[in-house]
């Protein structure tokens, strides 16, 4: 009953950041070029969970921050997150991403890739105001880290040779590091101690780590409408996830050699038998165990904050990214 009445709280509180931070996203674009504010508003305002500043917001407030104006800071996070997104789409020629059609397909390429690389220098436009050296140099490393594990998944794309210590190397730096980042920089900026600052930071990769083994095996299970692109896109793609390289090192050879054709060239058709296979070799719920116990670290981290309401909230989230459906 408490947990529940927890989540109807945590759910009113969310909304209200939302808010916040959507109008903060907007008010940051203003630019003299339409093109920017255009594609930026396309990408920043057609949708999005706000992970990665609602971690920054809750990081600050359980650490005693409460300022007015950390929905302004928080976007520095979500500029720095849509910016990844617009070069992926261009990378990956993606038709749709949020259930809509790409920034590049609307654009094209040149124009998508240029108001990312101006996104991103928004956001670290927006971290100089802090005049807070800690804070640029925990964002420098994020972003050099987040580039490597950019230019990692390039390398890797189609290498059906793939072993999970390279996976989990290419989501840490891609993903994970940024929440990372959110949940430290929130420390920081609330004057947290060094031993909290570090909980924060690894609770931000846990989360991180958690989010997308999530995302990669709904890329397998999920429902198409609630995840806004075709299942198997990651493999068709070039991405080889854990479900897919875990299927790979345990099958037998007449297993492998199917696994590997349908890698290759993945239809719609082959979606049932590939669910099969996954099964068979016990792939999925290998990624469920491991994110069970990302999120596990996650909340140990959590231990050396006193009790208060960001922390039940941060509690539940832990959960809820690991339940999560879309």
């Known amino acids: 009953m408490i947990k529940s009445a927890a989540k109807v709280q945590l759910k009113a509180a969310l909304n209200k950041d939302i808010a916040a931070i959507n109008a903060a996203l907007a ?21 999005g969970k706000r992970i990665r500043p609602l971690l920054f917001i809750l990081a600050a407030r359980m650490c005693g921050q409460r300022s007015n104006n950390l929905a302004d800071f928080s976007t520095i996070f979500e500029y720095l997150h849509a910016a990844t997104l617009l070069h992926d789409d261009v990378i990956d020629a993606a038709l749709v991403r949020r259930g809509t059609t790409t920034a590049n397909n609307i654009w094209g390429n040149h124009a998508v890739i240029l108001v990312g690389d101006f996104l991103l220098s928004k956001a670290l436009s927006l971290a100089v105001t802090t005049d807070r050296l800690k804070i640029l140099k925990v964002l420098a490393q994020a972003t050099t880290q987040m580039a490597e594990g950019e230019i990692l998944q390039l390398i890797h794309a189609g290498n059906l040779n793939l072993n999970e210590a390279e996976y989990f190397e290419v989501i840490t730096r891609k993903t994970a590091i940024l929440m990372s980042a ?8 609330a004057g947290a101690p060094p031993a909290q600052e570090e909980a924060l930071a690894q609770m931000g990769l846990n989360l991180g780590i958690t989010f997308q083994l999530v995302d990669d095996i709904l890329d397998y299970t999920g429902d198409q409408k609630q995840l806004g692109k075709e299942v198997g896109a990651d493999l068709r793609e ?3 996830t854990l479900p897919m390289i875990h299927a790979l090192s345990q099958a037998d050879p007449q297993d492998r050699e199917r696994l590997t054709e349908m890698a290759k060239s993945l239809t719609p058709e082959m979606a049932p038998e590939l669910d099969t296979l996954l099964n068979k070799y016990g792939s999925l719920d290998h990624a469920r165990s491991l994110a069970r116990q990302y999120t596990g670290k996650a909340q140990e981290n959590l231990t050396l904050f006193e009790p208060c309401t960001e922390k039940t909230y941060f509690q539940i989230i832990t959960e809820e990214l690991l339940a999560r459906t879309h």
């Open 182 to 189: 959110a949940c430290q920089i929130g420390g920081i900026l």
């Open 27 to 47: 008010a940051n674009l203003q630019t003299h070029v339409p093109l920017i504010a255009e594609v930026g508003r396309h990408i920043l305002l057609s949708g």
């Open 238 to 240: 070039g991405r080889i």
